[in-house]
């Protein structure tokens, strides 16, 4: 992937370093992408021209908005994840009753149906950021079918719910409970060979059927009927009930281990869980041999499940850094965030967005830039509207991309150390990487390697995690396993499966290095040696720091800034914007 910003680094004037470069001969010019980058929001502009001086950049203006006072910040409501148990709606109870009018003592059975349960679906929008709401939640009710009524009038359905989610939430399920599983509620129709064994003389079917001691057996379907309410219990015991009608579902349980990537919005909500069908009214079982049908149906009582949704952020660009590194000071320089900025480790708990915008706030875009048409959603062939493949095929225009600054990793981060893991997931769906290494806080290639090492740690881990479900999601438990001799014969599903995780859906990302707090004293040394550390990973001499093979080494670039001062970042917007376009 070729950037479409200059490789030279003479682009990222030395504002800070005029020494640095003035010694190899490059002479102090004006950036090449002088515009100034007006940030949502504030509308400020920042002059950013390479005449600032390294004295200016070393006095930075305490309580501006790039220097703020701790308790200056905002912090909205955030969670990445949230564990939620979702119950669809049971059907509601047939009804048995009978029309009675005036001189009509003995009516027709005019019992309504009961409504049908509300299902549960998901939806994947644009308007949702957080999953705080979701967390704190935990349950979500489908309204109940009502129950049908006299006068044949039917129960209405309950409602539906429809959980929405930020786009980028991954739904996992836990667990379920379905009553349907062990066997359907309504029984299909018996077949003539079953009907004929069940075939009782007439004098057979007087009788009730007894048990070893006597006793009258009680029908095996009848906690599933509604009995008349005056009815005794001897003639409960007598009754002879139907096989329940088959009937068809209005909708399909999703299989059991779903797994919802929602990467995109989703145009239509995904059934999560279907409700239960709603009982039948007396009338559905009169027959020539059954006048006055003393029963109903009972609604079907829905399934429950247990769903774990996951937030992975959808941002174009995830910084990555050390504790203390600046990284909220720099999404603060480059956006119209208020992320907390503060001296000491872990200020940041909980992942920031900013927005920064492209153009002036007049239409006119500072710089040009143009966002790839996404990749066609594959078709539903079941779907009666589907979306048209074709709607995106030319590149957009960019006005703006979102930066998200996840919270400081330590060594060990992969393995839970500090905030850790949690929120590393961030990283994993942003297009391109920014490392943001503070260059007054030791080597810098040193801190690169570190962190790159725990990314690249926490890549494999999610690969293997990956292909564990993968497999488990592959495995067709029910397989008739008896025409064989293998003892395992669900394990030839693994065969595809890749054995070797290599951490690359991270490491070939596309990254640069945000070389931040460059106003610092005696930092030049260190600049230099982090410049020549990448110029030698991008020539293919030194291997990727991760140590992955095939990652991305196109190009890599060091940045030099001082973000409290604002000097310096608009070359960060630029060459972002460079590797976004590809
Ligand atoms: N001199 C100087 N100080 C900076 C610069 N950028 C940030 N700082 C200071 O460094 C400290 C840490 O900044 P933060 O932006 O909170 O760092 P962070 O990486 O977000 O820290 P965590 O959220 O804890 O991971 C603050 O006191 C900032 O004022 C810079 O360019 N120059
Ligand atoms: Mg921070």
């Known amino acids: 992937m070729a950037s479409r910003c200059c490789p030279n680094p003479r682009i990222f004037l030395p504002f800070l ?11 102090l010019s004006r950036p090449r992408f002088a515009a100034a980058v007006v940030t949502a929001g504030s509308g400020a502009r920042r002059d950013n021209s390479s005449s600032a001086t ?10 501006s908005r790039l220097n703020p006072a701790p308790d200056d910040y905002s912090m909205p409501y955030f969670a990445d994840q949230a564990q939620l148990t979702v119950f669809a709606g049971h059907g509601g109870n047939g009804c048995i009753s009978f029309l009675r009018e ?24 644009h308007g949702e950021t957080s999953l705080h709401k979701l967390a704190r939640r935990r349950f979500v009710r489908a309204g109940r079918g009502k129950h049908g009524q006299g006068s044949a009038r039917s129960g209405p359905r309950g409602e539906d719910v429809v959980i929405s989610v930020p786009v980028g939430t991954v739904v996992t399920e836990l667990s379920r409970d379905d009553p349907d599983d062990g066997g359907l509620f309504y029984d299909r129709p018996m077949t003539l060979k079953e009907k004929r064994r069940k075939k009782r003389s007439p004098a057979e079917e007087a009788e009730p059927e007894l048990d070893e001691h006597g006793d009258p057996v009680e029908h095996p379907n009848l906690h599933k009927f509604l009995l008349y309410p005056g009815i005794s219990s001897s003639e409960r015991k007598r009754i002879q009930l139907p096989p329940l009608p ?5 909708f399909v349980q999703p299989r059991p281990g779903l797994h919802l990537d929602l990467s995109r919005p ?7 869980a279907a409700g239960g069908l709603g009982g039948l009214g007396n009338p559905h079982f009169v027959s020539r041999d059954r006048k006055k049908p003393m029963f109903a149906t009972k609604g079907e009582p829905a399934m429950s499940m247990q769903i774990q949704l996951e937030l992975k952020l959808l941002a174009d660009v995830g910084l990555v850094g050390l504790p203390n590194a600046g990284k909220s000071t720099l999404l603060r320089a480059i956006s119209n965030s208020r992320a907390r900025v503060g001296n000491w480790a872990f200020t940041t708990l909980q992942p920031n967005i900013g927005t920064v915008v492209l153009d002036n706030n007049k239409g006119r875009p ?4 143009f966002r790839r048409p996404a990749e066609p959603a594959p078709i539903d062939p079941y779907d009666p509207d589907p979306v048209d493949p074709e709607a995106e095929t030319e590149p957009q225009q960019r006005t703006r991309f979102t930066v998200a600054d996840i919270p400081g990793l330590i060594e060990g981060a992969h393995l839970d150390k500090g905030l850790g893991i949690a929120f590393l997931r961030h990283v994993e769906r942003a297009g391109v990487l920014a490392f943001v290494i503070d260059l007054g806080a030791g080597n810098a290639v040193a801190a690169l390697k570190s962190l790159w090492n725990e990314v690249g740690l926490y890549a494999q881990m999610r690969e293997e995690e990956e292909r564990d479900r993968e ?7 029910t397989a008739d396993t008896s025409n064989t001799d293998d003892c395992w014969p669900a394990a030839k599903v693994f065969e595809d499966a890749p054995e070797n995780t290599t951490g690359l859906h991270i490491a070939a990302k596309p990254w640069f290095v945000v070389a931040t707090k460059g106003d610092l004293p005696d930092t030049q040394e260190n600049f230099k040696e982090l410049r020549e ?5 991008t020539n293919g001499t030194e291997p990727h720091p991760s140590g992955v093979d095939g990652a991305w080494t196109e190009n890599v670039a060091a940045i030099p800034v001082s973000a409290i001062n604002g000097h310096g970042v608009q070359n960060i917007v630029h060459w972002t914007v460079g590797l976004l376009d590809g």
């Open 266 to 272: 989703t145009p239509r909500p995904i059934l999560l």
């Open 17 to 27: 370093y005029p020494s640095v470069f003035s010694a190899n001969g490059v002479g």
């Open 102 to 125: 005036a001189y009509l003592e003995d009516g027709p059975p005019n019992g309504g149906d009961g409504g049908h349960g509300g299902n549960v679906y998901i939806q994947a929008t």
């Open 246 to 250: 088959r009937r068809d579902r209005l």
């Open 54 to 63: 390294a004295a200016d950049a070393t006095t930075p203006d305490s309580n």
């Open 533 to 537: 550390y990448l110029a030698v990973v």
């Open 471 to 477: 497999r488990a999601a592959r495995i067709d438990w």
């Open 366 to 369: 500072t710089v040009t830039s």
